[in-house]
């Protein structure tokens, strides 16, 4: 027997390295390339040769199936780990694929480094972002049927402030005296003896508790509070009593008679005011005025005060000239306070009769401003050249675009910064207001075109003897419906109720138009966006664009023709400069839209019908390079031309 064989039970003659599990009777014997034969046992008397059955060898040389992939074996790839040629190979491929690694690193820090950043969004107090909204809280809401709107009127209504957006609500003055001594003493209101002290409200409109759970309230809905302070002036006509009744050392002389210095600054202000000026170089009135606003916003914690404008008494002119003395401590004890709590606001009650006057930058900043100022009784009609004059009149004073506008005012002498209807629509001045930048100062009403001095009270409902002001009825015992006579002798053609009611089509309801807008002041470009403005007289279009960089930019097109049939045919694309792309998108429209309203739909900037009395908004997506780069590029082009 030989050494590679050995003899079984049977007698049978096998290979010694043969599996002994795989030797029994009919296995088949496998290798790692498939079946090779088959082992047999028939007994002592069969011969090797007959028990071991061969397969055809092509099949051992290759697979039955001829897509079947044939690996390597093992010890077949250990052959090529040291052959030099592969080792090579290996060694290039690791090579490149490092290289190729270090060279997307170091393009990713080029491109960071010399990519121009994203620009940070600027940051901005609450009051540079909200609506304010003016309340004179004797005529919003009456709680109790007494017939005197209240702090909890207000409360009752917090639902309509989310609806329209508004988290900044300012209170009137008339908080603190309901039945007399307001602003408009001159137009014939009644003024009482007593005067007011300025550190607690009214109790006919609430108590001190009744206010605290106001603001309560509103602090947990991120909401504002602002209050009005006449620390500047007194009500007394007789100009002897001034805070809390106390008697002034020197009595106030009416300064329409005592001052002979032009332009008669204080005569101005108490026509416009309606009441006498307090004297600010009196160190004691300073004190007592600053004493109060520190009140109102360290005990009180109101988040902004508005005051009206110090004047002091120049013994040199004799005249009564602004108190930047006063301003200036004034502004010191806000920031003051403002160290230890969140942003404060330190607004100016100057009537517009008054603000042409004012020449400060500083002070210009910090008083709400009317779109337009009419010198005379005489409404001529408003154009496009009437809207870019006014906006550059600012610049031309070496002043800065005003910080806030105002919509709307009870003060009678405000008129001359009234826009009547017949001059501009009410969707035309409250658009320009609400997206010109900064903040609007909207008077209560004038989101539903009530007229306040006609009808002062808010119009709730469009049923009922007070229209949803009171319930107030006829059997009542209190005076509640001869003070409400007093106030109001018509009613209003509109109420918040009808306006909505109206399914939010624009051209009916301007409530519907107020809350577009408000919603679209949300927007970037509306918040802290470069202005661009301009105007073409032959159309009688103005036009500005509000765009922040990175973010969508807009253009507000305002037709201002009173003919009805006058469609204005223009290149927005030519009017701008190209500030505006050839392709833009639809915003809004009123009172009708006449373009595409689907947000994909492209629109011709290069050729657009723009219909007469009315307002249009496109927007277009982010451009490449930044809005004040590509203003200055475009307006040295067309002067270069």
């Not at 004297?279 to 009206?308: C, M, P, Y």
């Not at 105002?406 to 826009?419: A, E, M, T, W």
């Not at 679209?520 to 922040?548: K, M, P, T, V």
């Amino acid at each position: 027997m030989s050494e590679g064989t050995q003899t079984n039970s049977a007698g049978t003659t096998v290979p010694t390295n043969a599996s002994q599990s795989l030797l029994i009777d009919g296995t088949e014997v496998q290798t790692k390339v498939g079946h090779v034969a088959k082992f047999n046992q028939d007994g002592d008397n069969n011969d090797l040769d007959d028990n071991i059955v061969l397969d055809d060898l092509d099949n051992y040389k290759k697979p039955k199936d001829p897509n079947e992939f044939v690996g390597l074996t093992k010890e077949e790839l250990k052959q090529y780990i040291n052959n030099p040629k592969w080792k090579n190979v290996r060694r290039l491929i690791a090579i490149l694929y490092i290289l190729l690694l270090v060279l997307l690193l170091v393009g990713s820090i080029l491109l960071i480094v010399y990519s121009p950043r994203c620009p940070p969004k600027p940051k901005r107090h609450w009051y540079q972002k909200e609506i304010i909204y003016e309340i004179d809280v004797m005529t919003f809401r009456d709680s109790n049927a007494d017939g005197i709107g209240d702090i909890k009127g207000v409360q009752e209504k917090l639902n309509y402030f989310e609806k329209n957006n508004i988290k900044s609500i300012l209170f009137q003055s008339t908080v603190f005296n309901v039945t007399g001594g307001t602003s408009l003493y001159l137009d014939g209101q009644h003024v009482n003896d007593k005067n007011i002290d300025l550190l607690q409200i009214d109790p006919l409109v609430g108590s001190d508790n009744d206010l605290q759970d106001l603001l309560k309230i509103f602090n947990r809905k991120d909401m504002h509070f602002i209050i009005d302070l006449p620390l500047s002036s007194i009500l007394d006509p007789n100009g002897k009593l001034w805070y809390g009744s106390t008697p002034l050392l020197n009595k106030i002389d009416n300064p329409c008679t005592t001052s002979v210095h032009e332009p008669n600054f204080g005569c101005i202000y108490y026509k416009s005011y309606g009441r006498l000026p307090l004297d600010f170089s009196d160190d004691k009135i300073l004190e007592q005025a600053t004493n109060r606003l520190h009140h109102w916003f360290s005990s009180k914690k109101v988040d902004g005060v508005r005051v009206d404008l110090p004047l002091f008494w120049n013994k040199t002119t004799r005249s009564y000239d602004v108190s930047y003395k006063a301003i200036n401590q004034w502004n010191d004890t806000k920031n003051e306070i403002e160290r230890k709590s969140k942003p404060k606001l330190l607004l100016m009650d100057i009537p517009f009769g008054l603000q042409d006057l004012i020449t400060n930058r500083d002070l210009n900043n910090k008083m709400s401003h009317p779109l337009f100022i009419f010198k005379n009784q005489t409404r001529r009609s408003i154009d496009a050249h009437s809207f870019d004059q006014r906006i550059r009149l600012f610049e031309e004073h070496n002043l800065s675009k005003p910080q806030f506008w105002q919509l709307g005012s009870k003060r009678r002498s405000d008129d001359v910064g009234i826009v009547q209807e017949n001059q501009l629509p009410r969707e035309i001045v409250l658009t320009t207001i609400m997206l010109l930048g900064g903040t609007p100062v909207v008077l209560y009403g004038e989101e539903i075109g009530l007229n306040q001095k006609s009808f002062p009270l808010m119009p709730w409902k469009s049923a009922g003897e007070y229209r949803g002001f009171s319930s107030c009825s006829v059997n009542s015992t209190n005076n509640c419906k001869s003070f409400i006579s007093s106030l109001q002798t018509r009613n209003p053609t509109t109420s918040v109720k009808r306006q909505e009611a109206l399914g939010g089509k624009s051209k009916d309801s301007l409530l519907t138009v107020y809350r577009h807008l408000s919603k679209l002041r949300e927007y970037e470009s509306f918040q802290f966006g470069l202005l661009e403005y301009g105007y073409d007289s032959s159309s009688n279009i103005f036009w500005f664009i509000r765009e922040a960089p990175g973010h969508r930019g807009y253009v507000t097109v305002l037709n201002l023709n009173q003919d009805p049939d006058e469609i204005a045919h223009i290149s927005l694309y030519d009017l701008s400069k190209t500030d505006v792309p050839s392709r833009v998108h639809y915003e809004y429209q009123w009172p009708k839209a006449h373009l595409p309203t689907s947000r994909e739909a492209h629109i011709d900037s290069d050729n657009l019908f723009i219909h007469s009395q009315s307002v249009n908004i496109f927007w277009w997506g982010a451009k490449l390079q930044k809005p004040n780069i590509f203003f200055k590029t475009a307006k040295e082009h067309s002067q270069n031309h």
